[in-house]
């Protein structure tokens, strides 16, 4: 796997305490991963959509764009509800816990899944190859995951996500093709895999 620091996804310096997984830039280069994928009515899965933010902004980006909404919960929050309301033609939303072992199953297959900080506490305590073969058997050939989320560095021994290394481990045991590290800093993974 190839490590390409050079290609940028956020600004260099982010403030502390923003998580650089949630900063827009990130949002806008999923949007475009999706559309380079050259589908004209690609389906994809955004896994632990949470407050619906990457899902609103990928849905008024993507022309065609066919949306599966996941998370352990149904969207709580009102403004979710009215940020996703006007797409619902495109979107369905799935409730399913991700600790759960069958939580892709009848899914389908998808063009993409993407997941912005929704899994870093998962990953340590719930089997992260487990995780990432599941979603590498919901893609289709020539299909892409794009993951934006928190990770620990090499110093953090007691924090709950992974670190690179254990990332790229991860991926490599569950038989992913190439899983190449975008950026990494501020204790944020940007990552695109190939099944």
């Given amino acids: 796997m190839n490590a390409r620091?050079?290609?940028?996804?956020?600004?260099?310096?982010l403030?502390?305490?923003e998580p650089a997984a949630s900063h827009p830039a990130v949002f806008h280069r999923f949007a475009a991963e999706?559309?380079?994928?050259?589908?004209?009515?690609?389906?994809?899965l955004d896994l632990g959509s949470g407050r619906g933010e990457l899902a609103s902004h990928v849905l008024r980006e993507v022309p065609g764009?066919?949306?599966v909404t996941l998370d352990f919960s149904e969207t709580p929050e009102a403004s979710a509800r009215t940020r996703l309301a006007r797409k619902e033609g495109r979107r369905t939303h799935v409730v399913r816990h991700l600790a759960n072992p069958g939580w892709a199953d009848g899914?389908?297959?998808f063009d993409a899944v993407i997941s912005h900080d929704a899994v870093h506490t998962l990953l340590r305590a719930h089997r992260p190859v487990a995780l990432y073969?599941?979603?590498?058997s919901l893609l289709l050939p020539g299909a892409v995951f794009l993951l934006?989320?928190?990770c620990a560095g090499e110093n953090d021994g007691a924090s709950p996500c992974l670190t690179p290394d254990e990332q790229r481990e991860a991926f490599d045991a569950a038989g992913?093709?190439?899983a190449d590290i975008l950026r990494n800093d501020h204790h944020t993974l940007y990552l695109k895999a190939h099944p």
């Fill in 176 to 178: 992913w093709l190439s």
């Fill in 107 to 109: 899914l389908g297959r």
């Fill in 15 to 17: 403030p502390p305490r």
């Fill in 34 to 44: 999706l559309k380079a994928l050259g589908r004209p009515f690609p389906r994809a």
């Fill in 133 to 136: 073969a599941q979603v590498r």
């Fill in 148 to 150: 934006a989320d928190r």
């Fill in 5 to 13: 620091p050079d290609v940028m996804l956020a600004p260099a310096t």
């Fill in 65 to 67: 764009l066919r949306l």
